[in-house]
């Protein structure tokens, strides 16, 4: 299974700022390897965020994301005590889930 | 003959006017942003997670966790033991800084061989168990000030030999250690080149690894930093934990005894 991600949602007035790190190779596709083989993709295709189960935000990735992900997005109306879930999906069909408190 | 002399003078005016060493270009001015920029977000937080996780998981042939393991302030202690290492233990005999002593811990208590750990290749199986260990292990350290001890013997031996390690010269470019980190304000490329001979400071040389490397994604603990000094040098490899490596620590973190240690840190 998966890594599991990194989440901080911090409330600023009537928003919050949330930072995820997720864990994942973010292979491009365009690599060899030391055998001259291409190193087939792997990325994350997928990426959606959610505030309190109601979606506030959904992006489509490509191969160009660097390994480790670092993604930073504005909710507003969330406050402290709030769920902020994040789900992503790779192109193999692996997904991962993670929620944090907004604090 | 007051020809000469103005024109010397006039060369004076022009070295003063040149930009001096402390003052910081605009290309170093905008590395730091980019480095500022990277610092929140940190990846190193995953590989912090994964070695917390590793620390409490019933593991290897004894499947035993690591919670009981000596690093030095009795077992299971593992706030302020990463700014007191490398240091000798008695158990093993010899001084040890925090990869080899993760090792010795995995062997007695997880029944993992530690010498076929240490001769795996860096980013391969265990080796990133260990760099996940220590780099959590960095982290419930984090901001606290080392304090190498340095009341044994072998200790003080340690920090001898690291010293003589740094200034020796070999290799095909005729290269030591102090080539690159013996002076002031010296740089390669855009990277700025820590003096390691004297105390560099908070965050700086000793005190940021481990650290993550943006460039390749690649979390290095301080065992592989050396060991890729040692490849730039054209150098052989030292061994993984090799009395040699641990002596150079030695000596880096004693000079830079009392400054405070950012690690794990982000790099270019």
Redesign the interface.
């Known amino acids: 299974m998966a890594?599991?991600m990194?989440i901080r949602a911090q409330a600023a007035g009537d928003k919050a700022t949330v930072?995820v790190?997720m864990?994942h190779e973010m292979e491009s596709g365009q690599r060899k390897d030391a055998a001259g083989k291409i190193i087939p993709a792997w990325h994350i295709q997928e990426v959606t965020a959610t505030h309190n189960g109601k979606p506030v935000l959904s992006a489509e990735w490509g191969p160009a994301v660097?390994?480790?992900p670092?993604l930073?997005f504005v909710v507003k109306g969330a406050k402290a005590g709030d769920k902020i879930g994040v789900t992503w999906k790779d192109n193999k069909g692996e997904t991962r889930s993670d929620e944090a408190t907004v604090s | 003959m007051r020809m000469t002399k103005a024109l010397a003078l006039m060369a004076l005016a022009t070295l003063a006017g040149t930009p001096a060493w402390a003052q910081k270009s605009a290309a170093v001015q905008s590395i730091e942003e980019y480095r500022a920029m990277l610092q929140?977000?940190n990846?190193s937080?995953?590989f912090e997670?994964?070695g917390e996780a590793l620390w409490k998981q019933k593991r290897g042939p004894k499947n035993a966790s690591l919670e009981q393991c000596d690093l030095g302030k009795g077992p299971g202690v593992f706030k302020g033991v990463f700014v007191e290492l490398p240091r000798y233990f008695a158990d093993t005999g010899r001084v040890q800084d925090m990869e080899s002593r993760l090792l010795t811990c995995m062997e007695t208590l997880q029944g993992f061989k530690a010498a076929e750990i240490a001769a795996t290749p860096f980013g391969k199986g265990e080796q990133n168990n260990v760099t996940a260990l220590a780099t959590w292990l960095a982290a419930e350290s984090r901001d606290m000030k080392l304090k190498l001890p340095q009341s044994h013997p072998q200790e003080k031996v340690f920090y001898e030999v690291g010293k003589r390690l740094f200034f020796q010269r070999g290799g095909p470019h005729d290269f030591s250690c102090a080539s690159c980190h013996g002076q002031d304000n010296t740089r390669i490329r855009l990277q700025d080149l820590p003096n390691l001979t004297k105390n560099s400071g908070d965050g700086v040389g000793f005190a940021a690894w481990p650290a993550y490397r943006?460039s390749n994604?690649q979390m290095w603990g301080m065992q592989q930093r050396l060991n890729d000094c040692y490849r730039q040098q054209r150098f052989p490899y030292p061994g993984f934990g090799s009395d040699a490596t641990i002596a150079l620590a030695t000596y880096l973190g004693v000079n830079s005894q009392g400054s405070a240690s950012v690690a794990p840190a982000i790099k270019r």
């Open positions: 890594d599991p990194r930072r790190l864990a660097s390994k480790n670092f930073q | 929140d977000g990846p937080e995953l997670a994964k943006v994604g």
